[in-house]
């Protein structure tokens, strides 16, 4: 399990930036103990229940996606697949497949790739409240201390919450020692 994960990560930085010089380029371990891994399913998601102005429907809505690379102590923190889709579900590999129904935003592969039905103004707040962990300046998911959010490369000022999900936009959030941010993704082809 740990070497599947391992080798998810790996794949996932392969997509970020190109220069081997480039200090966000340098390799972060994936932190020790459960909270490092979260799980996808809030109880919302669990019962395909309405949260705020998102419905998990049948409805396959075109989506592009963002790219989302959470940081605590100067570990990774995994955004787990299956966030916004509602059991039953499928799993293949590491990925999740044939739910019930999705929300308007969506985790598929473990990767941090988030996919955001088009036509809405979403942002980060939106997606953990999907996935019912903390997001506020002080605290992600389950740590503490000052939040500090990047949107390709650049330092965000304000409530992390209110980082907008935009089409291929690279956001990085951290909590603890500094991690240099990635300024870019290499998304999957057709979103």
């Not at 049948?58 to 940081?71: C, K, V, W």
């Not at 980082?163 to 951290?174: E, M, N």
Request: net charge positive.
């Amino acid at each position: 399990m740990r070497a599947a994960l391992g080798l998810l990560i790996a794949a996932a930085l392969a997509g970020c930036g190109t220069d081997a010089a480039d200090p966000s380029l340098t390799p972060r371990p994936v932190g020790d103990g459960p909270q490092f891994r979260p799980p996808s399913l809030s109880r919302a998601v669990r019962h395909a229940a309405p949260l705020g102005d998102m419905r998990c429907t049948r409805n396959r809505r075109p989506r592009f996606a963002a790219h989302l690379e959470l940081f605590a102590a100067g570990r990774v923190v995994i955004v787990p697949a299956g966030i916004g889709l509602a059991p039953p579900r499928t799993t293949d590999g590491a990925y999740v497949t044939n739910p019930r129904c999705a929300y308007p935003l969506a985790t598929r592969e473990p990767t941090g790739v988030v996919e955001v039905a088009g036509g809405g103004r979403a942002t980060l707040g939106d997606l953990f409240a999907l996935w019912g962990r903390p997001l506020t300046p002080t605290r992600l998911a389950g740590f503490r201390g000052q939040v500090t959010a990047h949107v390709d490369g650049r330092l965000y000022r304000g409530d992390p919450r209110t980082v907008p999900l935009t089409r291929h936009a690279q956001i990085v959030v951290q909590v603890g020692p500094r991690v240099v941010p990635h300024s870019s993704y290499r998304f999957p082809p057709g979103l």
